[in-house]
């Protein structure tokens, strides 16, 4: 897929269209006056992420105040579409061209706002449709598979998501319904999740489904369990992570049974939320790994999710060990066999003020002062 160009000002119009997908009652006419809709919010995708397909270009008249592209010009032919159509022609998958007003809300963003990156991971999303389902595919050139679809979409907006269903299944907030989803969500499959698409509003998604498929959009049914990863800049307890990273520390947090925080708390004590710090004994990235140990829990250290993921699998380790977070911190400081040796918190300056930074960011008290 292209890269997308100087026309997100665009991707922020087609927020307004999936909102207004959101809202539209299903009803025995709905289906298909849903679906038209949502063909065009994807041919206007198809004629943002590839401006040769159409002549078209204003905003407002690439959605709808004149003959918009069909969703077959922007996409391949034989694009399955929900409710059971496939589209074998240009003929057969084309809809009719909507005003603007029936295309984008009322209250349209004033030129070179810029979409937020859930928009921008649907818009990823919806340009992939009709790429070849590919079991452990996660890029447009080898294909996708459910979860590789979701982490490069929302990976190419500024979001990191873990890479397998069940990962991002414990990533941002639970949704309490489908009627409460919004577009973006995520909807899962199975606990833990086999299975996990995009939520588009209405009660359809777009996601890469099973092997001889492609990546298309069908109705959502009956997901196990809803999230919402909406990435914020606000603090992780007192602790502010970036907005790309906030989802990945919740989600390893809640994968390893930690205390909330702390995995944040140490990455702002080790690197300054750095993942390309390396120190000068030579413990590497975010969360400041040493290589031997990065290989043996199976990470690259110099990848924030995954180092992420192999701190937070140290850090469990160290809790039932020690029973107590001071302890892990300093055995993740100064080892294992120092905290044994001296039965606690070891009589070093490093450690001692490493364990009181960590959990004074994670709101604790000062544990080896008197």
Known sequence: MNAIPSTLPALTDLSNAFNQLAS????????????????????????????????TTSTSATLGTSAAPSLAAGLSTGVPLAN??????P????????????????????????????????????????VPYVWGGSSPTTGFDCSGLVQWAYGQAGIDLPRVADQQQQVGTKVASLAQAQPGDLVFYGNPAYHVGIYLGNGYMVDAPQTGQTVQIQP?????????????????????????????????????????????SVATAESGMNPSAVSSAGAEGI???????????????????????????????KL???????????????????????????????????????????????VTSG
């Open 24 to 55: 539209q009652t299903v009803t025995s006419n709905g289906p298909s006056a849903f679906l038209q809709t949502l063909n065009q919010v994807q041919s206007t995708i198809g004629a943002i992420l590839d401006p040769k397909a159409t002549t």
């Open 84 to 89: 059971g159509v496939t589209g074998s022609s």
């Open 91 to 130: 003929a057969s998958v084309s809809a009719p061209a909507l005003t603007a007003s029936a295309a984008i809300a009322p209250s349209a963003p004033s030129s070179g706002s810029t979409p937020s990156p859930i928009t921008q991971a649907l818009a990823n999303a919806l340009g992939e449709v009709g």
């Open 220 to 264: 959502v049914g009956s997901p196990t369990e809803i999230r919402n990863v909406a990435p914020t800049d606000g603090p992780v307890g007192s602790v502010a992570a970036p907005s790309n990273l906030a989802p990945v520390f919740a989600a390893a947090t809640q994968a390893y049974h930690l205390p909330q925080n702390l995995l944040a």
């Open 287 to 317: 969360m400041q790994i040493m290589p031997q140990t990065a290989a043996s829990l199976g990470v690259n250290p110099m990848d924030p999710t995954q180092a992420i993921y192999g701190a937070a699998e140290l850090l469990s380790q």
């Open 320 to 366: 039932a060990r020690f029973g107590s977070v001071p302890l892990a911190l300093a055995a993740y400081n100064a080892g294992d066999g120092a905290v044994e040796q001296y039965g606690g918190i070891p009589p070093y300056a490093q450690t001692q003020n490493y364990v009181n930074e960590v959990m004074g960011l994670m709101g604790g008290q000062n």
